[in-house]
Each structure stands twice: as structure tokens, then as C-alpha cells.
């Protein structure tokens, strides 16, 4: 059977890996949830879904430059591994997790607008956070 895979709505907040500089916030971005489907049954609170515990999870979105500074996301992830906070648009609360940057790139819009295209794969599970409450 294939794996199923939910699609979530959240903030995401950037920090390098030791979680110590700042490097930005991704708003409104979609979380994909991939569930292996012999693991449905075992569930983890949170997320107003049912998320098995071990659920592998990634992150496709799209930011404003000015939001993004693209730079700064480059200098501050050359180990290409970083530390996220993602607060689930579903029920606001806040889950902690590492992610690797699979790829960053910035286009143009029509408007003139620059937006910075960043893939993220998580490194294990988002675990709700102590900062959640």
C-alpha cells in the first residue's frame, strides 16, 4: 500500500541547528506529513490529526525575500542542517524538529517581487515544544 500523506498549514520559524541565531519565519507554509500505512494506528497527540509517531514530514514553501533574507539563510546553514518551530495553523500549538535544506533558490513574480523557494526534509519527529503552551 502506499504511504499517505497529509497536508498541514503552519508558521515556521528558522533557527540554526544550535538554535541560537534567528534566521526567519516561512508564514502560511504547507507541512507534508507522510504516514507509512502500517503505522496509522499508532498515534501521536497534536496537530487536531491523527500523526503516527515517527511520521516523516517535509516543508515546500515559498517566502518574500524581504521576510527571507536569502542571504543570510545561506551564510547561516553551510552544515545544511537546521533547527525548526512550526505552530500548526490547526490548534496554534508549537512543535520543535530539525530539518535538512534539500535546496534554496529565489525567483522573480511578475510584480518584481523576489521570493525565496526553500525544501526542507525533516530529521526526525516534530515533538511538541516547552514554548508551545
Known amino acids: ?38 503505522n496509522v494506528g499508532a498515534v501521536r497527540d497534536g496537530w487536531n490529526y491523527d500523526v503516527p509517531v515517527g511520521a516523516s514530514w517535509s516543508l515546500d514553501a515559498d517566502a518574500f525575500i524581504n521576510d527571507f533574507p536569502l542571504l543570510m539563510l545561506k551564510a547561516a546553514t553551510d552544515d545544511r542542517m537546521i533547527t525548526v518551530v512550526v505552530t500548526s495553523a490547526a490548534d496554534g500549538q508549537k512543535y520543535d524538529g ?5 535546496s534554496v533558490g529565489h525567483t522573480l ?19 511538541p515544544s516547552d ?3
Open 1 to 38: 500500500m502506499p504511504n499517505i500523506v497529509r497536508k498541514v498549514g503552519a508558521d515556521v520559524t528558522l533557527f540554526t541547528l544550535d538554535a541560537t541565531d534567528y534566521i526567519g519565519v516561512i508564514e502560511g507554509a504547507t507541512i507534508n506529513i507522510e504516514i507509512a500505512t502500517e
Open 98 to 102: 530539525e530539518a535538512v535544506i534539500k
Open 109 to 127: 513574480n511578475r510584480q518584481g517581487a523576489q521570493k525565496v523557494k526553500i525544501q526542507l526534509v525533516g530529521h526526525g519527529p516534530l515533538v
Open 131 to 133: 514554548a508551545g503552551a
